[in-house]
């Protein structure tokens, strides 16, 4: 057991005959651990867009939010009777005449 974990930790188990077995082995755990390097980054790349977007939506709302309070204030009597004030319009006094058609 000692002299096997030696061997191990000098490596010379790449180096020996029959070693190319071994190396193969060495080369698929080096593939498997770029694939998880790569794999891990992606990951990483995506939960910070996921973070950005969703700071883009909240402020999209707010501004969405903001804009329908000004179009409600805007579409208030009182300020569509002060705009039209300005224009020198007033509203009619006589009340408007139902048309019937037979």
């Not at 029959?18 to 651990?33: H, R």
């Not at 709302?61 to 020198?88: A, C, H, P, T, Y």
Request: proline share 2%.
């Amino acid at each position: 057991m000692r002299d096997s974990l030696k061997k191990i930790i000098l490596g010379k188990f790449l180096i020996n005959e029959g070693s190319i077995k071994n190396w193969g082995y060495v080369f698929f755990l080096f593939a498997i651990c770029l694939i998880m390097i790569y794999s891990s980054h992606s990951v990483d790349s995506k939960i910070i867009k996921i973070g950005d977007l969703k700071n883009e939506i909240s402020v999209l709302q707010s501004k969405f939010i903001n804009k329908r309070k000004e179009v409600m204030i805007l579409k208030m009597e009182s300020n569509v009777s002060l705009v039209m004030d300005e224009r020198n319009i007033k509203s009619s006094t006589t009340p408007p005449k139902k048309i019937i058609i037979e």
